[in-house]
């Protein structure tokens, strides 16, 4: 299996701009996890889907940020407009079933909002 | 509701000197628990995890971590580290509902 994919790895775009990052899961995973990571605040999970359902999107920073899970093989996180703050790198991952089961992590994107 | 601190937040050390990543966690309901490795511009990777039975569990690239109950602790060890273990190293508990909850993580410095 590739593993889970991203793209794009690196974007920049300028504030007030829309930002679409995209992100593949492994094959067969029920749950998908979108996370932002920066050096003020770590790893914060912003939202999690089970079987292309949203389940909890409480980490979401505010309403600029939106996530959608089309099928099981795809799901996107959009900001509009950007901020300079959003800059982070935004991580996707998923797992295998409830509970304790590992997270696998794609590579990351890493967004700078100029 | 659960919870992970990582007591360091940045950990020096020399190569092939042995080192401790502190972990500390709450939680009012059975854990289970996760050490994760970052190397830099990279994803992260599983290095070990606590499910059940054998409190001291092995993971890959020789480390090791042990679970106490008692004292709420998952610390992380290696007897012996290298240049290549360089990177940051995250913490992490769940319950049954497979939400992670994950530490701020302790950069692991290595010096030849």
């Known amino acids: 299996d590739a593993g889970v994919i991203q793209s794009p790895r690196h974007e920049v775009t300028e504030m007030g701009q829309e930002v679409t990052l995209r992100c593949k899961p492994i094959?067969?995973?029920?749950?998908l996890f979108w996370y932002r990571q920066t050096m003020m605040r770590g790893l914060e999970l912003l939202i999690y889907?089970?079987?292309?359902?949203?389940?909890?999107d409480s980490g979401m920073p505010e309403d600029r940020f939106s996530a959608k899970m089309p099928n099981a093989s795809f799901s996107t996180l959009k900001i509009q407009p950007s901020e300079p703050r959003d800059s982070a790198v935004y991580f996707c991952?998923?797992?295998?079933?409830?509970?304790?089961?590992?997270?696998?992590f794609g590579p990351g994107t890493r967004l700078t909002v100029t | 509701a659960q919870s992970v601190t990582q007591l360091d937040s940045q950990v020096p050390v020399f190569e092939e000197a042995p080192v401790e990543l502190r972990c500390n966690y709450s939680?009012?309901?059975?854990?289970?628990l996760f050490w994760y490795v970052q190397y830099p511009n990279q994803g992260l990777q599983l290095l070990l995890k606590?499910?059940?039975?054998?409190?001291l569990v092995k993971g890959i690239n020789g480390f090791e971590a042990e679970f106490n109950k008692s004292q709420t602790s998952f610390h992380l060890r290696k007897p012996s580290v290298h240049i290549s273990d360089t990177a940051e190293y995250f913490c992490?508990?769940?319950?049954?509902?497979?939400?992670?909850?994950f530490g701020s993580g302790t950069k692991l410095n290595v010096k030849p």
């Open positions: 991952a998923s797992s295998f079933r409830v509970g304790p089961y590992e997270q696998y």
């Open positions: 094959s067969g995973h029920d749950y």
């Open positions: 889907f089970n079987n292309n359902v949203p389940i909890d």
């Open positions: 939680s009012s309901v059975s854990v289970y």
């Open positions: 606590y499910l059940s039975g054998s409190t």
């Open positions: 992490a508990v769940t319950g049954n509902f497979n939400k992670f909850y």
